[in-house]
């Protein structure tokens, strides 16, 4: 695949300055959800514009992929592209790479009519990697495990995240 050494060297230079100045690796993310129309949502973070939307079976308008299809494209697309960085950083030759990402799930959670111990996210998740490289297995194998244990994605699929929930209700009714 192209840009190898592009990628090699843009690494090399965050590795040089995140550990010179570890907070420049510091941030924090904020993606704002509204909903437009029915269950479709509008999500805006920094330039990027998009939007999630719910099948019609469901009571969506159908116009856009889904919350599950955005989170199985995060992790099949993070692991991708970390497999690639460390790819460049080991100098190993890409020809083809994919991430096949598949999750189970029962609706009946999400809707309320599943057994009580039913979750309503995965119940599993699985990927596939299919890689065409003439590099030796080993080093195949060394990048394709360090691409995994540094996965930001890979990380929140498997293990449970602190979630702090805030809330602020603005009345529109004029109380007399």
């Known amino acids: 695949m192209k840009d190898t050494e592009k990628i090699k060297v843009a690494l090399e230079r965050c590795k040089k300055a995140f550990t010179l100045k570890p907070a ?3 941030d924090t993310a904020v993606s704002k959800v509204r909903m437009v129309n029915g269950l479709t949502c509008e999500i805006n973070e920094g330039n990027w514009k998009f939007s999630v939307d719910m ?3 469901i009571g969506g308008n159908n116009t856009a992929p889904t919350p599950g299809v955005y989170g199985r494209a995060a992790l099949g697309s993070c692991l991708a592209i970390g497999y690639m960085m460390k790819a460049a950083e080991l100098s190993i030759p890409i020809k083809n790479l994919e991430v ?13 009519t599943a057994d009580k111990n039913i979750p309503p996210g995965y119940l599993e998740v699985r990927y596939t990697i299919t890689i065409e490289s003439d590099a030796p297995k080993e080093k195949i194998m060394q990048m394709l ?3 995994d244990k540094h996965s930001p994605y890979l990380d929140v699929f498997s293990r449970a995240q602190k979630c702090v929930r805030k809330i602020n209700i603005i009345t ?3 109380n007399n």
Do not use: H, S, W, Y
């Open 100 to 112: 096949e990402v598949q999750a189970d799930f029962d609706d009946g959670a999400l809707l309320g």
């Open 24 to 26: 420049m690796g510091k």
């Open 172 to 174: 529109t009714k004029i």
């Open 145 to 147: 495990d360090d691409g």
């Open 55 to 57: 099948p019609e079976g």
